[in-house]
C-alpha cells in the first residue's frame, strides 16, 4: 500500500501530537517524584527514637574478700550487688534473723609477753599505726576486740616469771612479795595504750605456772598444784585482779590453768579435772566470792579431744555454780567437742581462746583451715569468741623460753624498729573481728556444699556473713534472705564476708 504525500503529513502530525502528549504527561509525573523523592532524602531534622535508661541498680551488699594465693588480702570488692529473684540452679545459703543464737564477746589474739616486747620496739609513730589499725574503728581498722594474756609468763617470754617468785627453798603464804612488776614494763603499758583507742576490749587471764614453790616438782615446768598452797593460789588470782584494776585495766575472765594436760612446755602445769574442781569450788570461787569479784571462771583452756574433762567439773554442782564456761583450744580433737559440752550443760558459755599458725605454714592453707574451724567452726558450735594464739614476734620468731615454742607465727611480724608484716593470722581474725563487733548475735545460715559459713546479726542491725570455699575449685552460689537472693562466685580456697 502506498500513501499519498497528505496521508504522510496525517500521519506525521499525529505521531507529532502522540509525542507532546507523552512528554506532557510524563514530564510532570517526573518531576513530581523527583521532588518527592528528594524532599524524603534531605530531610534536615529527622526525629529520633529516644535511648531507653538502664535500670537503675543500687549496691545492697557489700564483700571483702582474701584469697589463697595472696593476690588479694582483705580488699573490698567494687562489684554492685543487688538482691532480686532470678530463678538459677545454684546452691543456696539461706540466712535467718529470726533463728539466734549465742552473742559474741570478740575476737582476737594473745597478746604475749613477746608480742607486747616487740610491738614496743617500734618508733613511736610506728607504733600508734599499728596500734590503731588493729584496735581502732576507723575503715582501715579490723576492731580486734578480745585479748588473752598470760597471768605470769608464757613460753613466748623471753624467760619464765611469776609474780611471787622466791629464792629456792623459801615460800611466801601471806604473798607479801606479790608483784605486777615483771609485766611493768612491756604489757601492762601496752595494754593501757590499746584500752585508750578501744576501753571495752574484753581481757582473759590465763596462767602458765604458778609460783613454782606451789608445786611438787618446784620446777617452772610440770608438776602439780600442792593442795596445801591452794588457799594461797586462790588469793594469787584476787591479787593479780585487783592489782590491775589498780592499774585500769580489768580482767573479764580468767582459767585456772592454760593447757592443764599438758606439763611438758615451758612454764607448764598438770591440773586434772579432779584437782581443778577442787581448787574452783573450795578455794578460788569462794576467794572471788569473798573479795567481790565478779571476774568469770572459765575452766579446761586446752584440746578438743578431751570434753569429758569440762564436763566432769561442771557436773559437780559446787564447783559449777562459780564457773561461767569452758575453753577450748584445737591441736587434738574436733571442734564439735563445743557442742558437745552444751548439750550436757547448756546453761554455760563456751569459748575458744587458741590456736597457732606455724612457722612452716601455708597462708593458703591456713587461712582455709583456721577460717573453717577456728572462726565458722568454734561460732557454729556456741562458742562466744575466737582467738588465735600470739599477736606479734620478731623475724626470729621469738622471744621465746627455752623449751618453749620457737616456730610460733604471729599475726603479726615486726621486722625492725619501723616496719611490721602482716601475717595470715591477720587476715584470719580480721574477716571476723572487722565486721562482727561485740553484743552481736549468731543467727541461723544453712550449709552448702563446701561452702563453710556463719552469720550475725550487729548490734546497729547489720547482717554478715562469713563464707570459706574449701573445695577445690570456684563456686556459685545465692546468698538468699527474705525471699530474695544474690548470686556470688568464691574461688577454690578463698573467703568472702558480705555484709547488708
Known amino acids: 500500500?502506498?500513501?499519498?504525500?497528505?496521508?504522510?503529513?496525517?500521519?506525521?502530525?499525529?505521531?507529532?501530537?502522540?509525542?507532546?502528549?507523552?512528554?506532557?504527561?510524563?514530564?510532570?509525573?517526573?518531576?513530581?517524584?523527583?521532588?518527592?523523592?528528594?524532599?524524603?532524602?534531605?530531610?534536615?531534622?529527622?526525629?529520633?527514637?529516644?535511648?531507653?535508661?538502664?535500670?537503675?541498680?543500687?549496691?545492697?551488699?557489700?564483700?571483702?574478700l582474701t584469697k589463697s594465693d595472696e593476690t588479694v588480702k582483705l580488699q573490698k570488692q567494687s562489684t554492685v550487688l543487688a538482691f532480686g529473684t532470678p530463678v538459677n540452679q545454684y546452691l543456696n545459703i539461706d540466712v535467718d534473723e529470726n533463728s539466734s543464737f549465742q552473742s559474741v564477746d570478740g575476737f582476737g589474739y594473745t597478746l604475749t609477753g613477746g608480742s607486747a616486747e616487740v610491738i614496743n620496739s617500734l618508733i613511736a609513730s610506728k607504733k600508734q599505726e599499728l596500734l590503731q589499725e588493729l584496735f581502732g574503728s576507723s575503715a582501715s581498722s579490723i576492731g580486734v576486740s578480745y585479748l588473752r594474756i598470760s597471768i605470769g609468763a608464757s613460753d613466748l617470754n623471753a624467760s619464765p616469771f611469776t609474780y611471787d617468785d622466791m629464792p629456792a627453798g623459801q615460800t611466801d603464804v601471806a604473798l607479801a612479795n606479790f608483784s605486777l612488776a615483771p609485766d611493768m614494763t612491756n604489757v601492762i603499758p601496752l595494754l593501757k595504750e590499746i584500752l585508750a583507742i578501744n576501753p571495752n576490749i574484753k581481757i582473759l587471764g590465763s596462767p602458765w605456772s604458778p609460783p613454782v614453790w606451789m608445786k611438787d616438782n618446784n620446777s617452772f615446768t610440770g608438776g602439780s598444784l600442792q593442795?596445801?598452797?591452794?588457799?594461797?593460789?586462790?588469793?594469787?588470782?584476787?591479787?593479780?585482779?585487783?592489782?590491775?584494776?589498780?592499774?585500769?585495766?580489768?580482767?573479764?575472765?580468767?582459767?585456772?590453768?592454760?593447757?592443764?594436760l599438758h606439763p611438758g612446755n615451758n612454764p607448764s602445769m598438770l591440773m586434772l579435772a579432779p584437782q581443778q574442781a577442787d581448787f574452783i569450788k573450795n578455794n578460788l570461787g569462794p576467794a572471788f566470792q569473798a573479795a567481790n569479784i565478779t571476774t568469770k571462771i572459765i575452766i579446761y583452756d586446752h584440746n578438743c579431744d578431751k570434753p569429758e574433762y569440762p564436763i566432769s567439773i561442771l557436773d559437780d554442782a559446787a564447783a559449777k555454780t562459780f564457773i561461767n564456761g569452758s575453753a577450748f583450744h584445737l591441736y587434738a580433737g574436733d571442734i564439735s567437742a563445743l557442742s558437745t559440752v552444751r548439750n550436757a550443760h547448756p546453761d554455760k558459755a563456751l569459748y575458744f581462746t587458741e590456736q597457732w599458725t606455724s612457722s612452716t605454714g601455708n597462708f593458703g592453707g591456713d587461712l582455709k583451715w583456721h577460717l573453717k574451724n577456728v572462726v565458722i567452726g568454734s561460732m557454729r558450735n556456741w562458742s562466744r569468741n575466737?582467738?588465735?594464739?600470739?599477736?606479734?614476734?620478731?623475724?626470729?620468731?621469738?622471744?621465746?623460753?627455752?623449751?618453749?615454742?620457737?616456730?610460733?607465727?604471729?599475726?603479726?611480724?615486726?621486722?625492725?624498729?619501723?616496719?611490721?608484716?602482716?601475717?595470715?593470722?591477720?587476715?584470719?581474725?580480721?574477716?571476723?573481728?572487722?565486721?562482727?563487733?561485740?553484743?552481736?548475735?549468731?543467727?541461723?545460715?544453712?550449709?552448702?556444699?563446701?561452702?563453710?559459713?556463719?552469720?550475725?546479726?550487729?548490734?546497729?542491725?547489720?547482717?554478715?556473713?562469713?563464707?570459706?570455699?574449701?573445695?577445690?575449685?570456684?563456686?556459685?552460689?545465692?546468698?538468699?534472705?527474705?525471699?530474695?537472693?544474690?548470686?556470688?562466685?568464691?574461688?577454690?580456697?578463698?573467703?568472702?564476708?558480705?555484709?547488708?
Open 227 to 260: 593442795t596445801k598452797y591452794y588457799a594461797a593460789y586462790a588469793q594469787y588470782f584476787v591479787k593479780y585482779i585487783q592489782l590491775m584494776k589498780a592499774q585500769g585495766i580489768t580482767i573479764d575472765a580468767i582459767t585456772p590453768q592454760n593447757e592443764p
Open 386 to 500: 575466737a582467738l588465735e594464739w600470739n599477736l606479734a614476734n620478731n623475724s626470729a620468731f621469738g622471744p621465746h623460753t627455752a623449751g618453749g615454742c620457737d616456730a610460733c607465727k604471729g599475726a603479726i611480724t615486726i621486722d625492725n624498729n619501723s616496719n611490721f608484716t602482716r601475717n595470715v593470722g591477720y587476715y584470719i581474725i580480721a574477716h571476723a573481728a572487722k565486721f562482727v563487733p561485740q553484743g552481736s548475735i549468731r543467727i541461723s545460715s544453712t550449709t552448702a556444699g563446701n561452702l563453710n559459713n556463719v552469720a550475725f546479726k550487729t548490734p546497729e542491725g547489720k547482717k554478715v556473713l562469713i563464707v570459706e570455699n574449701d573445695g577445690s575449685s570456684s563456686q556459685l552460689f545465692n546468698i538468699k534472705y527474705n525471699g530474695r537472693w544474690i548470686a556470688i562466685s568464691l574461688e577454690a580456697g578463698s573467703v568472702g564476708t558480705f555484709t547488708w
Open 1 to 64: 500500500m502506498f500513501l499519498t504525500p497528505i496521508s504522510m503529513k496525517t500521519n506525521n502530525n499525529l505521531v507529532t501530537s502522540s509525542k507532546r502528549l507523552i512528554i506532557t504527561g510524563v514530564l510532570p509525573l517526573f518531576f513530581f517524584l523527583l521532588i518527592n523523592c528528594s524532599s524524603k532524602s534531605v530531610d534536615p531534622t529527622p526525629t529520633p527514637t529516644p535511648p531507653v535508661p538502664p535500670p537503675v541498680v543500687n549496691n545492697e551488699m557489700d564483700f571483702w
